[in-house]
């Protein structure tokens, strides 16, 4: 469940944390993470790219703490 949820041109932008701790901004498609976001890992690296159906895929940038 979001706790963040903006809709722009049709495109949600949510920010919403999963069971394993990650925190989401970006957006998504029928629920999923699809198009351009950054994901927050717990151990405080984060991951800012493409993503398709709920995966990282595609271009981004993988950075560790």
């Not at 944390?17 to 351009?36: A, S, Y």
Request: aromatic share 20%; charged share 35%; hydrophobic share 30%.
């Amino acid at each position: 469940e979001p706790f963040w949820e903006k809709k722009v041109d049709k495109i949600k932008y949510l920010w919403y944390e999963d069971e394993e701790r990650r925190i989401f901004q970006g957006q998504t498609l029928n629920g999923k993470k699809h198009g351009w976001g950054k994901m927050l890992f717990a151990d405080g690296a984060y991951y800012e790219g493409e993503f398709k159906n709920d995966e990282i895929n595609g271009r981004g940038i993988l950075y560790y703490c």
